[in-house]
């Protein structure tokens, strides 16, 4: 079997990967990127946060993405029954980009992927990473090739960016189970034929089922007159509903009659599809030679479209220990890598956690809203999750819970 080496492995080609390898690149690194399928290719996680768009932009990609003609973003909008609220991004508490896209995931990941390319780093395509060994002096990784054959790659670092298919946690047993219940989601693009001036297509859409706080449905809508469209719920409560997974979504967007009326037209011509049990969490986000990004190493959950945002946050915190590392500094990855991730990433679970239970809503519904703390919960909204001097970052937990008790009295 033959062996190859290079000085950074990436494994996955999505947007952690391509990232990171642009930052890469800027350094100087050598960068090969093994990706498992073939691009362009579907994906979720559609609606991206201002706070990408600073990592989008420090990648050398901010052009490649802004001439890919997206979906313009600046907020999300809140449906409950017949109550209705939204954030404008552009209106929040910490500093930086207000407005983002929307976008098909396909598309996305291919552009970063090319731009990636562009800056120099090698690609492959239906290269899939079969086994790893990080217990010599450098990771080494076996591949199968798309004819079937293998060979081996050693990296001085290995960055698994594998989203959900979780490589590194899986060859190394790094999982461990995730403290939310079990949920699952149902979705598919569709024409939606929403009429002009009945929604506002410059923000996500997230609503309520009128009789299940925790059960919710996104819309996104794109540029060409299509919206993704789903649903999330405990994986109980979906198993109630038969059918192709198309007959299950439309069955479930009937219950809500906001939603059935703003897609009456829509034409439903992509069959839908399901992923369950998603949320996913591992021992250890770094090892020996290696580190995990985005999804790879952790997933919340898809209410807040946090992922892509994590995932840059991810690839920069790890590019810029590696330029350390080859400085000659020394870096605790723990410290410097770990710990300044998961800091945005509890800040996220703890509205995540709030949002199932039913308390987030009981805020962002209230009918008086004091105008400074709306555009601190609205900078957490548009990613700025790791911006310690808001308060609902520094304080989350208790932050929320003093604010629900006083939207209740």
Same mark, same amino acid.
């Given at each position: 079997?033959?062996?190859?080496?290079?000085?950074?492995?990436?494994?996955?080609a999505g947007p952690a990967g391509a990232v990171a &390898?642009?930052?890469?690149?800027?350094?100087?690194?050598?960068?090969?990127?093994?990706?498992?399928?073939?691009?362009? !290719? /579907?994906?979720?996680?559609?609606?991206?946060?201002?706070?990408?768009?600073?990592?989008?932009?420090?990648?050398?990609? @901010?052009?490649?993405?802004?001439?890919?003609?997206?979906?313009?973003?600046?907020?999300?909008?809140?449906? #409950?029954?017949?109550?209705?609220? %939204?954030?404008?991004?552009?209106?929040?508490?910490?500093?930086?980009?207000?407005?983002?896209?929307?976008?098909?995931?396909?598309?996305?990941?291919?552009? +970063?992927?090319?731009? &990636?390319?562009?800056?120099? &780093?090698?690609?492959?395509?239906?290269?899939?990473?079969?086994?790893?060994?990080?217990?010599?002096?450098?990771p080494q990784v076996t591949v199968k090739r798309p004819?079937?054959? $293998?060979?081996?790659? *050693?990296?001085?670092?290995?960055?698994?960016?594998?989203?959900?298919?979780? *490589?590194?946690?899986? @060859?190394?047993?790094?999982?461990?189970?995730?403290?939310?219940?079990?949920?699952?989601?149902?979705?598919?693009?569709?024409?939606?034929?929403?009429?002009?001036?009945?929604?506002?297509?410059?923000?996500?859409?997230?609503?309520?089922?009128?009789?299940?706080? %925790?059960?919710?449905?996104?819309?996104?809508?794109?540029? %060409?007159?299509?919206?993704?469209?789903?649903?999330?719920?405990?994986?109980?409560?979906?198993?109630?509903?038969?059918? *192709?997974?198309?007959?299950?979504?439309?069955?479930?967007?009937?219950?809500?009659?906001?939603?059935?009326?703003?897609?009456?037209?829509?034409? #439903?011509?992509?069959?839908?599809?399901?992923?369950?049990? =998603?949320?996913?969490?591992?021992?250890?986000?770094?090892?020996?030679? =290696?580190? @995990?990004?985005?999804?790879?190493?952790?997933?919340?959950?898809?209410? /807040?479209?946090?992922?892509?945002?994590?995932?840059?946050? $991810?690839? $920069?915190?790890?590019?810029?220990?590696?330029a350390r590392e080859y400085a000659g500094e020394t870096?605790? #990855?723990?410290?410097?890598?770990? %710990?300044?991730?998961?800091?945005?990433?509890?800040?996220?679970?703890?509205?995540?956690?709030?949002?199932?239970?039913?308390?987030?809503?009981?805020?962002?519904?209230?009918?008086?809203?004091?105008?400074?703390?709306?555009?601190?919960? $609205?900078?957490? +909204?548009?990613? =700025?999750? #790791?911006?310690?001097?808001?308060?609902?970052?520094?304080?989350?937990? !208790?932050?929320?819970?003093?604010?629900?008790?006083?939207?209740?009295?």
């Amino acid at each position: 079997m033959s062996i190859e080496s290079t000085e950074i492995l990436i494994v996955g080609a999505g947007p952690a990967g391509a990232v990171a &390898a642009g930052f890469l690149r800027q350094q100087g690194r050598q960068v090969l990127i093994l990706e498992r399928e073939q691009f362009p !290719r /579907f994906s979720i996680g559609e609606s991206l946060l201002p706070q990408s768009m600073e990592y989008i932009e420090a990648a050398g990609m @901010l052009q490649a993405v802004v001439e890919a003609g997206f979906q313009y973003k600046n907020g999300a909008a809140f449906a #409950w029954g017949e109550r209705y609220t %939204d954030f404008d991004f552009r209106e929040k508490f910490s500093p930086g980009w207000g407005t983002t896209y929307q976008v098909q995931r396909a598309r996305f990941d291919q552009v +970063l992927a090319d731009s &990636a390319a562009r800056a120099g &780093a090698e690609i492959r395509y239906c290269h899939e990473v079969t086994a790893v060994d990080v217990e010599g002096e450098q990771p080494q990784v076996t591949v199968k090739r798309p004819d079937g054959s $293998s060979y081996q790659v *050693t990296a001085r670092y290995l960055l698994d960016a594998s989203g959900f298919g979780r *490589t590194l946690p899986r @060859l190394l047993k790094l999982e461990t189970p995730s403290s939310f219940p079990a949920r699952g989601a149902i979705f598919t693009h569709v024409e939606d034929r929403v009429p002009p001036g009945t929604f506002d297509r410059n923000k996500i859409r997230v609503t309520v089922h009128p009789q299940h706080c %925790d059960v919710w449905y996104w819309t996104i809508p794109f540029s %060409d007159g299509r919206c993704s469209q789903g649903v999330v719920a405990r994986t109980e409560f979906l198993a109630q509903y038969g059918g *192709t997974e198309t007959e299950r979504l439309r069955a479930l967007v009937g219950e809500d009659p906001a939603l059935s009326r703003l897609l009456a037209n829509a034409v #439903w011509d992509t069959p839908a599809r399901q992923i369950v049990g =998603y949320a996913a969490n591992v021992r250890t986000l770094w090892g020996k030679g =290696y580190a @995990l990004l985005g999804n790879a190493g952790e997933f919340l959950d898809p209410v /807040f479209s946090s992922g892509v945002t994590i995932a840059f946050k $991810s690839a $920069s915190l790890a590019s810029q220990c590696i330029a350390r590392e080859y400085a000659g500094e020394t870096v605790d #990855w723990q410290k410097d890598y770990a %710990d300044p991730l998961k800091a945005g990433v509890d800040t996220f679970r703890a509205f995540v956690e709030a949002w199932y239970e039913g308390r987030f809503q009981k805020i962002i519904f209230h009918e008086n809203q004091a105008e400074k703390i709306r555009r601190m919960i $609205s900078a957490i +909204l548009a990613g =700025y999750a #790791w911006d310690r001097s808001n308060p609902y970052v520094a304080e989350s937990k !208790r932050r929320l819970a003093v604010l629900e008790e006083v939207c209740a009295a």
